[in-house]
């Protein structure tokens, strides 16, 4: 379980993360969302002790997680947003170097290794240098490597982040196979869609502190399950409602163009982005 008391990071007198406590269970696929600046990239990195609280703790499975503990260290990994792997290395090659930085056997790394590009669909890529990887193979090829000293806990940073739609979909196939495997994952994301496919639960942020923690569905639900849109010109107005009757009767009383359909996280998102998630 990972859980955050009072989680502060300040930035000379920005505060970029502001009292977070947050509690995710061992096993649960989870999203941090929230505009532009919420701080999600700063928890994220806090997270993986890339950066030190300025205030408040992290406990991993109720114990307090500081760079001097390698023991809960090694169960996390995290993948950013850059790709950090050296071009004119092949899988295999940064398979090892991953490994040798941890200490591991090199029969171990052989094991893993074989393991996840297999999991991951890449063996039959093993051979080619990260130079001629498509973006969507260096992604899976950064979750195997991250994988290969076999944490407990994902942490990633917009995982599918510029990803063409086939791409994103195979990653999020991959994604939803690990939590399967009991693997606990916590990723932050842009795409409303992808939060409301993978995640169990999510947690909105906005200028560093956590507005609320909800199933994608009962954010969906408090919104109203349908939408009617009506077009009027350039603008899109959007009308929720909690029955497909009322939307109906809405709709049939409108006599311009509309339409009816179901109500997604975007919605929620955007409507509340709209009220008081807005970057100042
Ligand atoms: N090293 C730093 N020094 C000063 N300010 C920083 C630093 N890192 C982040 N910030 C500021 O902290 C705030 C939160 O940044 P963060 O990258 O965590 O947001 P985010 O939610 O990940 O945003 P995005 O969705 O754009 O990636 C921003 O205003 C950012 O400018």
Redesign the pocket.
């Known amino acids: 379980m990972i859980e955050t008391k009072n989680l502060t990071k300040t930035?000379?007198n920005?505060t970029?993360?502001d009292s977070l406590d947050l509690k995710i269970e061992t096993g649960e696929f989870f999203g941090l969302l929230?505009?532009?600046?919420?701080?999600?990239?700063?928890?994220i990195s806090l997270l993986s002790t890339l950066l030190l609280p300025t205030k408040g703790e992290i406990l991993i499975d109720g114990q307090k997680l500081t760079r001097n503990r390698p023991d809960l260290k090694r169960k996390i990994s995290v993948i950013t947003q850059e790709y950090s792997m050296r071009q004119d290395m092949n899988m295999d090659e940064i398979m090892e170097y991953q490994g040798r930085l941890y200490f591991m056997s090199r029969k171990e790394i052989k094991r893993r290794t074989e393991e996840l590009l297999e999991f991951c669909d890449l063996i039959k890529f093993r051979k080619r240098t990260v130079r001629k990887l498509s973006g969507g193979m260096k992604r899976k090829l950064m979750v195997c490597r991250a994988l290969l000293t076999d944490p407990e806990i994902l942490l990633l940073d917009?995982p599918t982040a510029g990803m063409d739609a086939l791409s994103r979909r195979q990653m999020w196939n991959l994604l939803r196979k690990l939590n399967g495997k009991n693997l606990t994952i916590l990723l932050?994301t842009?795409y409303m869609e992808e939060a409301q496919n993978l995640c169990s639960r999510v947690a909105l942020?906005d200028h560093?502190r956590l507005e609320e923690v909800s199933t994608p569905s009962a954010l969906i639900n408090s919104l109203g399950n349908y939408t009617v849109d009506e077009f009027s010109g350039d603008e899109t107005k959007s009308h929720y409602f909690h029955t497909r009757e009322e939307a109906i009767a809405y709709l049939s009383g409108l006599s311009g163009q509309a339409s009816l359909r179901e109500t997604t996280l975007e919605d929620v998102f955007v409507e509340r982005a709209g009220r008081h998630l807005m970057p100042s």
């Open positions: 930035f000379d920005f970029a993360v929230g505009p532009n600046g919420a701080g999600k990239t700063t928890t917009e932050t842009h942020m560093g």
